[in-house]
């Protein structure tokens, strides 16, 4: 009779996901908002954003701009959920037209994980893209035509 010899494999333990934002010395936590503000910034730098948030969020930004004192808001259009490691991202945004959407989306998607995996040392593990809209030349205001001068 023959013997059969059982193997056993071992695999090594999984280990958990380094990050310089948890050391020995400390805990370092990151807001949800500058995740944003880092992740709307990165967004708008690709060409071909036209602008970013839907039409109810955009309109409230210009009213917002308008006011004085008033700031932009780079977060608008943007969500994040922010972990100890890990960040994921949503985006709603407006694209120009004759731009290819396909093409958008993943240069806002290199641009946005560089940036905030970069600044923040957090692992983006997905960015969700939602194209809104197309922006028209046509739909941009055309300027006022001169006023004649009543008096000379």
């Not at 936590?29 to 967004?43: E, L, N, P, Q, R």
């Not at 006011?67 to 972990?83: A, C, K, L, M, Y």
């Not at 731009?99 to 600044?119: K, W």
């Amino acid at each position: 009779m023959t013997e059969s010899s059982a193997k056993t494999v071992t695999t090594p333990p999984v280990a958990s996901r380094q990050s310089a934002l948890v050391t020995p010395e400390g805990t370092t936590t990151i807001a949800d908002t500058v995740v944003s503000k880092i992740a709307g910034i990165a967004a708008s730098e690709v060409s071909g954003v036209h602008a970013l948030g839907g039409g109810a969020a955009r309109a409230m930004g210009t009213l917002r701009e308008r006011i004085p004192g008033g700031r932009t808001n780079h977060s608008q259009g943007v969500s994040v959920e922010v972990g100890e490691t890990e960040a994921a991202v949503d985006l709603d945004l407006v694209a120009e037209y004759g731009v290819s959407i396909t093409d958008l989306a993943n240069g806002i998607r290199r641009n946005v994980i560089s940036a905030v995996e970069r600044m923040t040392g957090l692992h983006v593990v997905e960015v969700n893209v939602a194209v809104n809209d197309v922006h028209l030349p046509q739909d941009d205001p055309q300027p006022a035509p001169p006023q004649e001068q009543r008096v000379q």
